[in-house]
């Protein structure tokens, strides 16, 4: 059975860093890719990042590139989202996402960004 549990969200300020984190279990984690996804109030969920099985390709949503990383650790089956100069629009509730599943989410983490 599939399970995603993201962490790490919070309440910053513009300009503040945070770092995701997303818990993996169910399926060989190395062998699937890896998403972060995020969905703002009253917006559809929208894709962030994405990073291949063993990490050496990554592809960026264009709002965040530059500002957020996506890593993953095979052998914790994690994956992280790195967010840095964060902006009060990157408020939003993150999820993770595996290929070897694309119709399951989890609960994720919010994110708040503001003053």
């Known amino acids: 059975q599939v399970r995603l549990v993201e962490s790490g969200g919070g309440l910053v300020q513009p300009g503040g860093s945070l770092r995701l984190s997303c818990l993996a279990s169910?399926?060989?984690?190395?062998?699937?890719?890896m998403r972060w996804y995020r969905r703002a109030p009253g917006k559809e969920r929208e894709f962030v990042a994405h990073?291949?099985?063993?990490?050496?390709?990554?592809r960026y949503a264009d709002s965040v590139k530059g500002r957020f990383t996506i890593s993953r650790d095979n052998a914790k089956n994690t994956v992280y989202l790195q967010m840095n100069s964060l902006k009060p629009d990157d408020t939003a509730v993150y999820y993770c996402?595996?290929?070897?599943?694309?119709?399951?989410w989890g609960q994720g983490t919010q994110v708040t960004v503001s003053s």
């Open positions: 996402n595996t290929v070897s599943r694309p119709d399951y």
């Open positions: 990073i291949a099985s063993i990490g050496g390709i990554t």
């Open positions: 169910g399926f060989t984690f190395s062998s699937y890719a």
